[in-house]
């Protein structure tokens, strides 16, 4: 079992961003955002670069295509904000609370997403590796389709998660608070699990398999 390599984020000195809308193929680099309002705005294609977003509102914002590469992302909250295809490399996503993000078909590589809650996260057909979810809430996860590489679970409750068509290799879950997968058990290989999980989903590993349990 090969571990995730986690990002080693150095911000340099950052410039405070002066405001305005975000823009599509906007070019942000050194940048700290705090507190903004980017609602309903649209920054497809953007790139952001050794930047730090802080508590800053992504609801229905629109990053479809969108690369954060060597970036802290704090207290930031959405809903609907959309990050399909995106990339996201060296980047810290710490105390985020954010529902029904779009990541589908996204690259993330050398990732940490640590504290705060996501729920509905669509990561389906997306590529996951070096990725650690930490002390995190994970609600009906999607990873339908994705291919997850050195991904671990540490200290996370995950709620739901669909596995269909997924492909996962060198997978820790054994780290996680609580594990419940409500489809795509038959994906687990490539995963690790602790004793205690694998009773845990006994009775879904028998379903899956046409094993009825009595008496």
Do not use: W
């Amino acid at each position: 079992m090969k571990g995730a390599r986690r990002p080693e984020v150095r911000l340099p000195p950052l410039e405070p961003y002066g405001g305005g809308e975000l823009e599509p193929d906007g070019d942000y680099d050194g940048l700290e955002f705090t507190e903004a309002d980017f609602a309903g705005q649209d920054g497809a294609g953007a790139r952001f670069m050794d930047c730090a977003l802080r508590s800053c509102a992504l609801d229905e914002t629109r990053l479809h295509h969108a690369r954060f590469l060597d970036s802290v992302l704090t207290g930031i909250r959405g809903v609907g904000t959309d990050l399909a295809e995106a990339t996201l490399r060296d980047v810290e996503l710490i105390d985020a609370r954010l529902g029904g993000v779009q990541l589908h078909g996204a690259a993330l590589e050398r990732v940490v997403i640590r504290g705060g809650k996501i729920d509905y996260l669509n990561l389906r057909t997306a590529v996951l590796k070096d990725v650690v979810f930490e002390s995190c809430v994970l609600v009906e996860p999607d990873f339908g389709g994705a291919r997850l590489e050195r991904v671990e679970f540490v200290d996370c409750a995950l709620k739901g998660v669909d596995l269909t068509a997924a492909t996962l290799k060198d997978v820790d879950l054994r780290g996680a608070a609580s594990l419940e997968i409500a489809r795509g058990v038959d994906r687990l290989a490539g995963a690790v699990i602790s004793p205690s999980q694998l009773l845990d989903l006994a009775p879904v590993l028998a379903a899956e398999v046409g094993i009825r349990v009595e008496g």
